[in-house]
């Protein structure tokens, strides 16, 4: 009854295609790092190392005057660039546009930016986290540096995202976290993927025990989950949130990893305070937590709430 950390890395990991020559950190490097990152006693370590940024991208003159309002793809604990590849691969091919900006960051702040930022409305993001076994505070720390240097560098002050796994919590909480903060851009619109925000299958929350009530709030609320309920009124009122999750369909009420009322327990603390607030519920196989990120059904409602015109029937000259 314990959480399966060798069969999570299995899963979460499935389609993965390393060179054979490319060696990832210690296990033991990488959760040293992440504590590190952590806690904010800790983080001035971190910060000791001067901070690098890599420039090896194409910039495109946006062709409006408007502000661009960028989509960023956020993977969570243990994912990476595989994670939300097909997301990227479908929006790209939708906008009939190839480019898009990769972004690789790890925890001392330095940022490797690669391919192209694009001049349309909706340019691409993909961001990376170079160091990846981190929780919910390490992965809000790598978006607060991340977003503030990417608004900077490019001139919004919006932006949406797509955010799988515990990268849904924290793109949430980081918008709370930031709402004074007057330079730091607004999320405008947030597709949330199989989001833990009342805890993990089996490290806090047993199948069919935790329960929603009429109003929707868990019975049962971990501490991460009352620290937003508490600050849930610093949340972007202006913002859209499309919550997506899954249920396998095996008699748990999960996606194998994260229990359907843990990820619809978030509809309690936004509904009632965002602009707008929908739900989609991927039953069966592909309703797996790992699966979900690449399901065709799932990336067709994604560009419907982005208001992304299909232009792939469109030939380029």
Known sequence: MFFNHRKYTQTAERGRKKSEKQK???????VSLGLLATFTPTRWLMRLHKRKIIRNFNYEKPKSPKKQIPIIYIHGFRGGEYTTQKLVDDMTERKNNPGYLKVTADLFGNLTLEGTWTNDEHPIIQLVFKQKVVGLYAICYYLRFSLAFLAKEFNFDKYDTVAHSLGAPSIIKVEIQTAHRKHFPRLDKAALIAGPFDGVM????????????EKSSPTFKTSAYFALLRQKKQFNPHASIL???GNVLDKTNTDRFISVTSAKSIRYILAPRVKSYQELEIRGPMGEHSMMHDDPLVMETIAHFFKI???SHIRKE
Do not use: C, R
């Open 24 to 30: 990832d950190p210690s296990f033991a490097t990488l």
């Open 202 to 213: 089996y490290l806090g929350d047993i199948p069919n025990v935790n329960q929603l009530t």
């Open 243 to 245: 919550n997506i999750y």
């Open 309 to 311: 015109k299909d232009k």
